[in-house]
């Protein structure tokens, strides 16, 4: 099964979704999160969905209830959608966007969120001092060595 993708575009209002048909369909949503050294924008999908009519589901975004009405306020926010008038390709497609968002998000968690050593917690701690209590800490440690060497 093939899907003609539109392009991506900024979702900053539900004005700006006047353009997408009231025809069934599976959109993702995306957040920029950066911006290349080639002027080119990154960005991490967020949300995958189908629905039977993409203009009402979209604009639904925008709710007052809506989970996703203050990322989308934001403006760094895109989407994207396709055609599926068939209830079976749209399921299929979705079903397989959202595993692989799922399987990124597990991939992305294990290289962002590391367990943390006691080691870099004590070097997070000497960044944080002044400069005047990394001072003490010196004095601290040069008389420490200077009683070891004599004992």
């Not at 629905?51 to 760094?76: I, N, Q, Y």
């Not at 055609?83 to 079976?88: C, E, I, Y």
Request: a positive charge; hydrophobic letters at 50%; proline letters at 5%.
């Amino acid at each position: 099964m093939e899907m003609s993708w539109s392009r991506w575009f900024r979702c900053e209002s539900s004005f700006g979704l006047l353009l997408v048909p009231k025809q069934p369909g599976i959109f993702a949503l995306a957040e920029e999160i950066m911006t290349g050294p080639n002027g080119r924008r990154m960005l991490a999908v967020f949300e995958v969905s189908e629905a039977e009519d993409l203009a009402l589901a979209l604009s639904r975004m925008f709710a007052v209830g809506s989970p996703w009405r203050e990322k989308l306020a934001e403006g760094k926010c895109f989407v994207r959608y396709a055609v599926a008038p068939s209830t079976a390709d749209r399921r299929v497609a979705a079903g397989a966007l959202k595993h692989w968002l799922d399987s990124r998000k597990q991939a992305a968690a294990q290289i962002f969120e590391p367990v943390v050593s006691p080691v870099a917690i004590s070097a997070e701690v000497e960044e944080i001092k002044t400069v005047a209590e990394r001072a003490v800490d010196r004095v601290t440690r040069a008389r420490e060595l200077a009683k070891a060497a004599g004992a």
